[in-house]
């Protein structure tokens, strides 16, 4: 065999995989189509992050009158941010790169399809690996709509020659809202259509609330219960036609509906690989139904982020090769949702919490400080969900300035078991927002299987 370990595609999960397990002394090869560091550093994370930083300065230029600065309404220039995020990320692919070949791996730049469950073909080359790991990721999907070529996907976005003056976001997922955002802070009119009544579905039912409230106070034009029927060219752009038979014209249309696995082509069937809904199957070792085959992060679609996809490619690099076996828990995983204002959430949801058995809810939203003397109308709220039975936290909730950095640190807390009265104990630091997390004193409603909140 030319390799103990064969990782296809070059992303968050395939790079760390690929690195460690050549660290650990496997001989390791490592295929990338497209671009080191895959969806997150080319067309996910990292450029979304830049963005939202840009539309958050065009927010922080106006907050700033509030305190003294007389600060002009200035312009946005795209194609000084463009030409900036690219610079950077030719810098982040090149250290993916170097990183795997200080680690001794060998890459190749080009796509890998199975020819059987031991071989691969790697741009037109025969590899055999006694080890292979599908790490190929994910890709933006569309409705099937008249029109829908019309309309652009987020890895489009990153691109985009020109910002658009009038835009028209489909989706309220995360990445829905982030560019609703970022397109909304760089001064474009911004319509957010969607199918339920409100943003976000998944996430706690207080946090949707808030923010579509403050989407709308940004300025933000949201559509709710409404689907796209079809799109076509006009003279001055784009014309979308919605369920409610008003039509909008704008510049761009925008899907953001969601994303599949990346199985087209790969031939699977040449392996016999299994796969479930359209992502391959893994057990709890990310193990395929074909013993020497693995699956890491978004190819297996269980929970598409980044810090999932690094910790299962370094698990399972360590369970095969660092004599280190072990496997990712998926429960109490913190995430944020890039909006303006941001949200940072780990746990029970209060609606999960509720059908679990009986929690004590603690809310609260109140104007920070910021905003006090800056004039915005923008409120930050915060919410923990705490086990009656046990008095443990089981959910932490919070939108507002700063939510992604302050939920890192609540995480680990629930990560550790921390029950009410550990955050009771703690000190908080002042003046900040995260504080309120230490000092939420009054229940504001206990649910239950049988309590309906109200
Ligand atoms: C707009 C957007 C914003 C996001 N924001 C966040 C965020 O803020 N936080 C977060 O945690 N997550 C975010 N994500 C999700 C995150 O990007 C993914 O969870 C993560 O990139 C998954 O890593 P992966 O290695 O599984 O797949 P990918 O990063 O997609 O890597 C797969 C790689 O495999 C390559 N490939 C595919 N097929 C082949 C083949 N046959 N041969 C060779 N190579 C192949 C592809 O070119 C790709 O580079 C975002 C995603 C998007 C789209």
Redesign the pocket.
Known sequence: MDYDLFV???????VRCARIAAGHGARVGI?????W????VN???VP??FMVYAAEYGFAAEDSRGFGWNAPKGTHDWTTLLAAKDTEIARLNGIYKRLLEQAGATIYE????FIDAHTLDVGGQRITAEKIVI????H?TRPEIPGAELAIV?DDAFYLPAMPKRIAIIGSG??GV?FAGIFNGLGAETHLIYRQPLPLRGFDEDLRVGLAEAMTSNGIILHPDIVPKSITETPAGKSLALSDLTVLDVDLVFFATG?VP?IT??GLDAAGIATTNGAITVDANLTTNIPHIFA????TDRL??????TAEGHALADSLFGRKPRTVNLENVP??V?SIPPIGTVGLTEAQAAARGGARIFLTRFTPMRHAISGRARKTLMKLIVDEATDKIIGAHMLGEDAPEILQGIGVAITAGATKADFDRTIGIHPTAAEEFVTLRTQTRVVGPDIRPE
């Open positions: 296809i595609g070059g992303g968050s999960a395939g295929a990338e189509a497209r671009f560091g895959g969806t997150c067309i996910g994370c979304k992050k080009s796509r890998a399809t790490a190929t990721g994910g933006p987020s995360y990445i982030e994303r990346n082509g790969l890491i992060g978004d190819v598409n982020l980044t810090p999932v996809a995430t944020a890039f």
